[in-house]
C-alpha cells in the first residue's frame, strides 16, 4: 500500500511534468508567434497595398428627360506592388464596382437599359516587371486603350472623359499588352479579346492596339504637367452589345503644352467604321490652382464622317468644375452642349453632378 511519503513524490513529479509542459508550450507558442509575426514583416515588405472603398453619386439631367437621372457606384479600388530585396515583381490594379443605373438618360451600351444593375470591372491587372528597371512589362487582365492622350490622364469614373470610348468603340478589353518606359519615350502594344467590359467571344472578336510617347506619368488626374506627344493606332473587329460585330481602324495623334497653371491638350484620330472614313478630334484648356485641388477645364470636339448622304460634321462644347481639396472625397459638375448634329436630332444637353468618397 502506497505510503503518504510515496504519494507526495508522485504528486511533486507529476506537478513538475505539467509545470515543464506548460514551459515548454509557452516557448513554443512565443516562437511561433515570433515566425509568424517575422513571416507577417516579411509579407508587408513584399507586398505594399493600397486599399480603398470608392463611392460616388452621379445625377444627369437633359432638356429630353422630365426627371433626374443617374448612376450610384460603389467598389473596391485596390493597388499593390510586389517586390523582393533587390526590384519590384509586379504592379497588380484591382477596381471592382457595384453600379446601379436608375433613371439615366444616356445608359452605356452593357447596361440593360435606363434602369439597371450591373457589376462594372474597370481596371483589373496584373504588370509583370520583366526586365526589373521599367523598361519591358507584361500586362494581363481588363485593361484600358493605351490611347490617345487618355493614356497619359486618369479618368476612371470622373465626369472628365475624353474621346477614347466613343472614338475606338471600347474603352476597356480584356487581354495582354506589353509596355515600358525607356530613357526617351514609352511605350504600350496590346492584343485584346474585342468584347470590351464582359468576355466573349461570339464571332471570335479581337482588337490590336498602341502607344508611343513622351516618358511622362500616366496617372495623374491633372495631366502630365509636362509637354508630351504621342502616337497611337487601332485596329479592331467588336462585337457590341446587341450581338453584332463592328470594324473599326484609327490612327491618332495627341499632345499636351502646361504654361503655368494653363494646360492645353489635344489630340485628332483618323481611320474608317465599317469602310467609311471618319475624322475627329478633341481639345481642352484647363486651369488648376497651385494645391491641385481645383480644376477648370473646356472641352471643344469635332467630328467629319463619309455618311451614305454624303460627308457631315458634328460638334460639341462641355464645361466642367472639379473640387477636389482631399484624396477621399471630390465634387464635379460638367455641362455639355452639342453645336452641330451630324444627323437632325433635337436639341438637347447634359448637365451632371458627382460627389465622390474614398476611404
Known amino acids: 500500500m502506497p505510503t503518504f511519503d510515496?504519494?507526495?513524490?508522485?504528486?511533486?513529479?507529476?506537478?513538475?511534468?505539467?509545470?515543464?509542459?506548460?514551459?515548454?508550450?509557452?516557448?513554443?507558442s512565443h516562437a511561433q508567434e515570433s515566425q509568424t509575426s517575422s513571416i507577417l514583416e516579411t509579407w508587408q515588405d513584399a507586398y505594399?497595398?493600397?486599399?480603398?472603398?470608392?463611392?460616388?453619386?452621379?445625377?444627369?439631367?437633359?432638356?429630353?428627360?422630365?426627371?433626374?437621372?443617374?448612376?450610384?457606384?460603389?467598389?473596391?479600388?485596390?493597388?499593390?506592388?510586389?517586390?523582393?530585396?533587390?526590384?519590384?515583381?509586379?504592379?497588380?490594379?484591382l477596381q471592382l464596382y457595384l453600379t446601379r443605373f436608375e433613371d439615366h438618360p444616356m445608359p452605356p451600351g452593357f447596361a440593360d437599359g435606363p434602369t439597371d444593375w450591373e457589376f462594372t470591372p474597370r481596371i483589373n491587372t496584373i504588370n509583370w516587371h520583366v526586365s526589373g528597371d521599367g523598361r519591358f512589362n507584361i500586362?494581363?487582365?481588363?485593361?484600358?486603350?493605351?490611347?490617345?492622350?487618355?493614356?497619359?490622364?486618369?479618368?476612371?469614373?470622373?465626369?472628365?472623359?475624353?474621346?477614347?470610348?466613343?472614338?475606338?468603340?471600347?474603352?476597356?478589353?480584356?487581354?495582354?499588352?506589353?509596355?515600358?518606359t525607356l530613357p526617351k519615350f514609352l511605350y504600350e502594344v496590346g492584343v485584346g479579346r474585342g468584347s470590351g467590359m464582359d468576355f466573349k467571344s461570339d464571332g471570335n472578336p479581337h482588337l490590336l492596339v498602341g502607344r508611343i510617347g513622351s516618358p511622362v506619368n500616366t496617372q495623374n488626374f491633372w495631366g502630365t504637367g509636362q509637354t508630351a506627344y504621342g502616337l497611337s493606332f487601332f485596329q479592331g473587329d467588336l462585337l457590341r452589345p446587341n450581338g453584332t460585330h463592328q470594324q473599326r481602324w484609327r490612327v491618332g495623334l495627341d499632345g499636351q503644352h502646361y504654361l503655368g497653371p494653363v494646360g492645353l491638350l489635344g489630340e485628332v484620330s483618323v481611320g474608317q467604321t465599317e469602310g467609311r472614313d471618319q475624322v475627329n478630334g478633341l481639345v481642352e484648356v484647363n486651369l488648376t490652382n497651385p494645391s491641385e485641388s481645383l480644376l477648370l477645364y473646356s472641352q471643344y470636339r469635332w467630328q467629319y464622317q463619309d455618311l451614305p448622304s454624303g460627308?457631315?460634321?458634328?460638334?460639341?462644347?462641355?464645361?466642367?468644375?472639379?473640387?477636389?481639396?482631399?484624396?477621399?472625397?471630390?465634387?464635379?459638375?460638367?455641362?455639355?452642349?452639342?453645336?452641330?448634329?451630324?444627323?437632325?436630332?433635337?436639341?438637347?444637353?447634359?448637365?451632371?453632378?458627382?460627389?465622390?468618397?474614398?476611404?
Not at 507526495?8 to 509545470?19: D, E, H, T, V, Y
Open 48 to 93: 505594399q497595398q493600397v486599399t480603398a472603398v470608392d463611392a460616388s453619386v452621379t445625377g444627369l439631367h437633359t432638356r429630353r428627360s422630365q426627371d433626374w437621372g443617374g448612376a450610384y457606384t460603389f467598389g473596391l479600388d485596390h493597388y499593390a506592388r510586389l517586390s523582393n530585396d533587390t526590384k519590384d515583381l509586379a504592379t497588380i490594379n
Open 311 to 359: 460627308w457631315a460634321d458634328g460638334s460639341s462644347l462641355a464645361i466642367g468644375v472639379r473640387y477636389a481639396p482631399s484624396y477621399r472625397w471630390a465634387l464635379s459638375t460638367q455641362f455639355s452642349q452639342p453645336l452641330r448634329d451630324m444627323v437632325p436630332a433635337p436639341d438637347n444637353y447634359v448637365f451632371a453632378l458627382q460627389a465622390r468618397f474614398r476611404y
Open 6 to 28: 510515496h504519494t507526495a513524490g508522485r504528486l511533486k513529479w507529476a506537478l513538475g511534468f505539467l509545470f515543464g509542459v506548460f514551459a515548454m508550450s509557452m516557448s513554443t
Open 139 to 180: 500586362k494581363v487582365g481588363h485593361y484600358e486603350m493605351p490611347y490617345g492622350i487618355e493614356h497619359t490622364i486618369n479618368s476612371n469614373g470622373t465626369l472628365r472623359q475624353f474621346t477614347t470610348g466613343p472614338n475606338l468603340g471600347t474603352k476597356v478589353d480584356w487581354g495582354i499588352t506589353l509596355n515600358g
